[in-house]
C-alpha cells in the first residue's frame, strides 16, 4: 500500500508558482483603457443586435462571422490612439451598412 504523502507533493504545483510558470492574471488595464474596451463592446452588441434585422440566415452569419473576426484580429492592439481610429472608422462604416439593412 502507497503512503497518503506521495499525492500530496502533485497537489503542491498548484499551490504556487515556483515552478516557473507565468502569472495566471494579466496587468490591470489603465483607466483609458478600461473606457475603450467597454466602448468597444458596447458597440459590438450594437452591431450584433442590428444584424439580427438582415433577413436572409446566411447572409446574417457570414456578417457576425466577419465582425466576430475583425475583433479577434485587431485583440491586441493596445494604442489608445490607434484603438479610437479603429472605433470611428467602424461606426462609420456601420452607420453605411445599417441604410441597406433598414431598407431590407
Known amino acids: 500500500m502507497r503512503p497518503l504523502a506521495a499525492p500530496c507533493r ?3 504545483a498548484y499551490g504556487t508558482s515556483s ?3 507565468k502569472p495566471r492574471l494579466k496587468p490591470a488595464l489603465t483607466l ?3 473606457i475603450q474596451r467597454s466602448r468597444v463592446l458596447s458597440f459590438y452588441r450594437t452591431i450584433l443586435r442590428g ?3 438582415i433577413p436572409d440566415p446566411k447572409t446574417r452569419a457570414e456578417t457576425k462571422k ?4 475583425e475583433l479577434e484580429r485587431r485583440r491586441g492592439v493596445t494604442d489608445l490612439g490607434h484603438i479610437r481610429y479603429l472605433l470611428s472608422t467602424g461606426k462609420t462604416e456601420w452607420e453605411s451598412m445599417e441604410r441597406y439593412i433598414g431598407g431590407m
Open 10 to 12: 502533485f497537489l503542491r
Open 32 to 34: 483609458e483603457h478600461f
Open 19 to 21: 515552478s516557473g510558470r
Open 51 to 53: 444584424v439580427r434585422r
Open 66 to 69: 466577419f465582425v466576430r473576426d
